[in-house]
């Protein structure tokens, strides 16, 4: 790891990355493949983006009975689409590359690393980055503090002696901020709205690049 005072740590979707599309596009495929006969309107799903899969299709009414085997067959067909369906966010790449001049860099994702790792390498970003958190690597997801917490862990890095930020753009990446005991950063690119991020941060930018703009200019 660099020898720099200041990480910043990144959520994914939303926050850097677009993949509604290759999202919505595999819970239709799954409601099909299982013949559920439920009507879901795509903004229901789009909502819930940032949850692990299984709440989000519990949220959505499937029965928990099927969750497991609805996930496993999302996740076999999210790998297949996932790379030509998903881009950076305007002013992503900008933001990972000015954010790399002055901090260390992780991700904390409630994706699964193997599919997030793909995704990164197919965007050209995963050499950014010094430690990836993903879904499989704790037990309790965002909010729940502890995706933050093993990524500092990765770095080896001792709270009191680095200026660290989480930047998300919905409640649970700042929720897991807060608990975390690291500075909540929020961003309007995603599924997030501003009501509601207001309420874990007063930090809230239209984007990931104004974020590190922000963060950069406290650090020169």
């Known amino acids: 790891m660099k020898a720099k005072e200041t990480i910043?740590?990144?959520?994914?979707?939303?926050?850097?990355?677009?993949?509604?599309?290759?999202?919505?596009?595999?819970?239709?495929?799954?409601?099909?493949k299982f013949d559920l006969n439920i009507d879901i309107p795509q903004q229901d799903i789009i909502k819930l983006i940032g949850y692990p899969l299984e709440i989000m299709y519990e949220r959505l009414g499937v029965e928990k009975n099927l969750i497991d085997s609805i996930v496993l067959a999302y996740k076999h067909r999210y790998r297949d689409i996932s790379s030509s369906k998903t881009t950076l966010l305007d002013g992503a790449i900008q933001s990972i590359q000015e954010a790399y001049k002055i901090a260390t860099l992780g991700i904390v994702t409630?994706?699964?690393?193997?599919?997030?790792?793909?995704?990164?390498?197919?965007?050209?970003?995963?050499?950014?980055?010094?430690?990836?958190?993903?879904?499989?690597?704790?037990t309790h997801p965002k909010p729940h503090p502890e995706p933050i917490l093993k990524a500092l862990e990765n770095?080896?890095?001792?709270?009191?002696?680095?200026?660290?930020?989480?930047?998300?753009?919905?409640?649970?990446?700042?929720?897991?901020?807060?608990?975390?005991?690291?500075?909540?950063?929020?961003?309007?690119?995603?599924?997030?709205?501003?009501?509601?991020?207001?309420l874990y941060t007063k930090l809230i930018f239209d984007n990931s690049l104004d974020a590190v703009k922000y963060i950069t200019s406290l650090h020169k």
Do not use: W
Not at 120 to 138: A, C, N, P, Q, S
Not at 161 to 180: F, H, Q, R, V
């Open 8 to 32: 910043i740590l990144f959520d994914l979707d939303g926050t850097l990355i677009d993949s509604t599309d290759a999202i919505v596009e595999t819970f239709y495929y799954t409601f099909d």
């Open 110 to 138: 409630t994706k699964t690393k193997q599919y997030t790792m793909p995704l990164l390498h197919h965007l050209d970003i995963v050499k950014y980055f010094d430690t990836i958190v993903g879904r499989m690597e704790v």
């Open 155 to 198: 770095l080896n890095v001792t709270k009191s002696n680095y200026n660290i930020y989480m930047i998300g753009d919905t409640k649970l990446d700042l929720i897991c901020a807060n608990e975390s005991g690291v500075e909540a950063i929020g961003v309007l690119s995603g599924y997030g709205t501003k009501d509601e991020l207001e």
